[in-house]
């Protein structure tokens, strides 16, 4: 859960947004781009994405 998240997924920029979209939809949230300025791992993407569920983002 701590592996850092494009370094380790290889991911560009597109799929990025691509992988934020599909988050979106799976689990009901809106992602602010300003709520991932400090998210580097897994973990801290988990702890986004449940912070938004329990304020009903």
Known sequence: MDSTILADA????????????????????????ERLAGV????DFTAVVRALQEDGA
């Open 40 to 43: 580097k791992t897994v973990r």
């Open 10 to 33: 290889a991911l560009d920029s597109v799929s990025v947004m691509d992988f934020l979209l599909e988050v979106e939809d799976a689990f009901d949230v809106t992602v602010p781009l």
